[in-house]
């Protein structure tokens, strides 16, 4: 546990730095700033929003995760995505997936170079606390069921099914200007393996980022994740644990579009057996992100 208290505390001091740093300007050159929407202000972490209630988004986005310890490894998740907001505390959102692999060289996993359809997801998110007047905060609470044929590491064809349960919290710092967003992740998988085998997996993590509006349509910022791997569902079978630190950069091409982009690095974490070495096992060396939405 000590590992969460040490991201915990760094995300909460950064924030707290940050927003003494930039308090101090009058007010008044912030009103040219309106309202803006926080759910892909974070990179990897998601923010609260929802959007307005009967807004629909068309989105295609790409998370390329690089490096082992040794040979060649890139490897893809393409989504497709479809969301819309029925009401102003739920936003539904329905994807579709796919996997692109080029691996070479590396141990443990076979060469491949491949781009498939790999499966469907849904994504549910209610709000459960709104910002407001007096109220800086935000929370929503995010459940994805997923199931896919590709192994998003190894490009193997499997049998996956995954829930992602996620608790996104985020406060404006300084009104349309500063926030901070903060993800609690908790996330169990099912895999069938080709040789006819049940594996099970779960992933915890939490994140912090800051994310600094300097002009209306950009934002920028940092984030730092924290994950711990177990091959098992009830956290009984410890596999290591990896932190990446990266920026984050949120651009608001027009009234309804928007790029949204980010990348990191793994900076610690070990494997089991392998305590003075990165987690290169359950993890990459890097991960960037690309996203790419229109509303309407």
């Known amino acids: 546990?000590?590992?969460?208290?040490?991201?915990?505390?760094?995300g909460l001091g950064a924030a707290a730095g940050m927003g003494?740093?930039?308090?101090?300007p009058a007010q008044a050159q912030y009103d040219n700033f309106g309202e803006i929407e926080t759910k892909y202000l974070f990179g990897f972490t998601i923010g609260?929003?929802?959007?307005?209630?009967?807004?629909?988004?068309?989105?295609?986005?790409s998370v390329g995760?690089?490096?082992?310890?040794?040979?060649?490894?890139?490897?893809?998740?393409?989504t497709l995505e479809f969301e819309f907001t029925p009401s102003q505390y739920v936003q539904i959102e329905i994807e579709a997936l796919g996997q692109s692999h080029f691996i070479k060289n590396v141990p443990d996993l076979d060469d491949r170079n491949s781009t498939q359809f790999s499966g469907v997801a849904a994504e549910f998110r209610y709000l459960l606390l709104g910002r407001g007047p007096g109220n800086p905060w935000s929370i929503t609470l995010s459940i994805e069921p997923e199931t896919s044929r590709i192994d998003d590491t190894s490009g193997e064809v499997v049998r996956v099914t995954e829930f992602e349960n996620r608790l996104a919290i985020d406060v404006e710092i300084i009104p349309s200007r500063l926030f901070a967003g903060f993800n609690f992740l908790y996330v169990p998988e099912i895999v069938r393996t080709p040789e006819a085998e049940w594996e099970r997996e779960t992933t915890l993590?939490?994140?912090?980022?800051?994310?600094?509006?300097?002009?209306?349509?950009?934002?920028?910022?940092?984030?730092?994740?924290?994950?711990?791997?177990?091959?098992?569902?009830?956290?009984s079978s410890f596999e290591g644990d990896?932190?990446?630190?990266?920026?984050?950069?949120?651009?608001?091409?027009?009234?309804?579009?928007?790029?949204?982009?980010a990348w990191s690095a793994q900076v610690?974490?070990?494997?089991?057996?392998?305590?003075?070495?990165?987690?290169?096992?359950e993890f990459s060396r890097h991960k960037a992100k690309l996203k790419y939405a229109y509303e309407f």
């Open 65 to 78: 995760r690089f490096g082992k310890r040794s040979g060649t490894y890139r490897a893809f998740q393409h």
């Open 20 to 24: 003494l740093l930039v308090a101090g």
């Open 268 to 281: 610690a974490g070990h494997a089991v057996g392998d305590p003075f070495n990165l987690n290169l096992d």
């Open 1 to 10: 546990m000590s590992g969460w208290t040490t991201i915990r505390c760094i």
């Open 205 to 235: 993590g939490f994140s912090a980022a800051l994310a600094y509006r300097f002009i209306p349509s950009v934002v920028a910022g940092v984030e730092v994740e924290y994950f711990r791997h177990y091959s098992s569902l009830d956290l």
């Open 48 to 61: 609260s929003g929802i959007g307005l209630e009967g807004e629909k988004e068309i989105s295609a986005q």
């Open 242 to 261: 990896a932190v990446f630190v990266g920026p984050t950069l949120y651009w608001q091409l027009t009234n309804k579009s928007f790029i949204q982009a």
